[in-house]
């Protein structure tokens, strides 16, 4: 994974309550800035970087993901106190998102995706415990006339209180019901098989590696002992619960199509 230097703040994103922003990183390219000091915190990086990971093993559109160095001291250009209190509670490594110019947000009214795609992004959002992708709310855009996959900081509920045990890990996902693409997903049965193959342990534990110690220790700070004490225990507890979640997932691939009625 990357890591780029950010150079200049360009404009707040104020679409819900963690205020992400368009900046300039040091490579010239512009990023959607997912900051530390944000709502949930470092776990909404966590899993951003993990679920994100695991949408790119399925071969599903998401744009790409690096570590951003933010300097607190670029909050003495913004002239908007919130601004400035976000970024100097951001100093130190972020995650940005490839700002993908020009696109728009998806209408389920108006655009169109293929049932399999949307099987492919119901059954992943399963897996993942994802509560963001409504009608309300698609995180969806599109792009080149494509839908593209964003935000999801509001993945692995699990992780907000857990002690890094594997508790439950075949649980069906409730939330999926709402899901914006659930009438459109008639082939979560058949293409299930197919996903769970992606992810082995190998490319699970891959996609962990990427995610950096400090994460982790943040994450975790109130923990001196058990797995999520270490980063390296707590990144294997992670390995640990997505690959029991795929050895149950007989149990939540079904929720979801009985979800569908």
């Not at 040091?26 to 944000?38: I, N, Q, S, W």
């Not at 855009?141 to 692995?156: E, V």
């Not at 045990?165 to 009438?183: E, N, T």
């Not at 082995?200 to 923990?223: K, M, Q, S, Y």
Request: hydrophobic content about 50%; charged content about 20%.
């Amino acid at each position: 994974m990357r890591t780029i230097t950010v150079t200049r703040y360009v404009t707040p994103l104020r679409e819900g309550g963690s205020m992400p922003a368009v900046v300039e990183g040091d490579d010239l390219g512009l990023y959607v800035l997912k900051f530390r000091g944000a709502g949930q915190g470092v776990r909404a990086l966590l899993a951003e970087m993990i679920s994100g990971g695991i949408a790119r093993a399925l071969a599903l559109p998401v744009p790409e993901i690096v570590l951003a160095e933010l300097d607190p001291a670029l909050a003495q250009t913004e002239p908007d106190p919130e601004i400035q209190d976000l970024v100097r509670a951001s100093g130190g490594l972020n995650v940005g998102l490839d700002y993908l110019s020009g696109a728009l947000n998806f209408d389920p009214g108006v655009d169109e995706v293929s049932d399999d795609f949307a099987s492919r992004l119901v059954w992943f959002d399963a897996l993942v415990a994802n509560v963001d992708r409504t009608a309300r709310n698609t995180n969806l855009l599109m792009w080149h006339r494509k839908p593209w996959l964003i935000d999801h900081g509001a993945s692995l509920t699990f992780h907000h209180a857990w002690n890094g045990a594997v508790a439950q890990p075949a649980k069906a996902f409730a939330p999926i019901a709402d899901h914006v693409l659930l009438h459109r997903a008639t082939a979560i049965a058949q293409v299930d098989a197919e996903l769970a193959a992606l992810l082995t342990r190998e490319v699970i534990t891959g996609i962990l590696a990427e995610v950096p110690d400090e994460f982790l220790a943040l994450a975790a700070a109130e923990h001196t002992e058990g797995p999520l004490a270490q980063p390296a225990s707590h990144r294997q507890a992670y390995v640990e619960h997505f690959c029991a979640r795929l050895a149950g997932r007989e149990t939540w691939v079904k929720g979801a199509i009985d979800a569908r009625g």
